[in-house]
């Protein structure tokens, strides 16, 4: 049997880090970080609340080791690049980069007191894929892909630093995008697949970079995207 390790999930209380709660709660000791962690039901895991003005856990709340960390708190602002104000580019770079600067550099101590220990971060399709209306949120995910393999050169071979870039998946946060069938029909005929992804199958990838399987692995960008940023049908 692996080893039971401390995961810490910031933002695991919907969409794809409630996912990787439930995947993980069973096995692993499992510490939410979320305004509303209490919504994750059926599983056990430890609720630490964020701090409401910095965004940020304090290390009094977590054990004296991590073995995995996962930032999964994102936005999309899908606009004109004209009509992007300047506030929304601050806005998405604070909530996909400097959310997870803040909060790691508060636990890296705890990470690095771990024996092969784990960061996952989520990307997007569109920072390899130029799309329209993309600008602002593909700006502020290619800082992240860019602190990925940056960390993961400066923290090898203690610490893996990974990340994953889906296209759209079903949760909370895309819901705009697919709340009725003409919306949802066009999204998934874009993917080569035919559909848009779901929690489960992005918070099966982000189980697989916490785990021992992929141990040979760091510094990568992982493409779970329906097929969207390499095929073209």
């Known amino acids: 049997m692996s080893e ?93 980069v400097l959310g ?14 771990a024996e092969n220990a784990s960061v996952v971060f989520f990307s997007t399709v569109a920072v390899q894929m130029g799309m329209p209306f993309h600008s602002s949120v593909a700006t502020a995910k290619g800082a992240l892909e860019g602190l990925t393999r940056s960390l993961a050169a400066e923290w090898a071979p203690k610490i893996r630093v990974n990340a994953i870039a889906p296209s759209l998946v079903n949760t909370p946060l895309a819901e705009r995008f697919l709340n009725n069938e003409v919306k949802a029909a066009k999204v998934n005929e874009r993917h080569p697949l035919k559909r848009v992804g779901t929690a489960e199958e992005i918070a099966n990838a982000a189980a697989y970079l916490l785990s021992d399987d992929s141990g040979w692995m760091t510094g990568s960008i992982l493409q779970l995207d329906g097929g969207i940023g390499n095929v073209k049908i």
């Open 100 to 113: 997870a600067i803040k909060n790691l550099q508060i636990v890296t101590p705890l990470l690095q007191a």
């Open 4 to 96: 039971r390790k401390n995961i810490l999930i910031i933002g695991g209380s919907s969409g794809i880090g409630a996912a990787l709660t439930r995947q993980l709660a069973s096995e692993h000791n499992v510490y939410v970080a979320s305004r509303n962690p209490d919504t994750v039901s059926g599983v056990e895991f430890t609720s630490i609340r964020l701090d409401i003005v910095s965004e940020t856990i304090t290390l009094e709340q977590l054990p004296d080791k991590l073995h995995g960390f996962v930032y999964t708190p994102g936005s999309i602002n899908l606009k004109p690049f004209k009509g992007l104000k300047e506030a929304i580019f601050l806005e998405d770079f604070s909530i996909n």
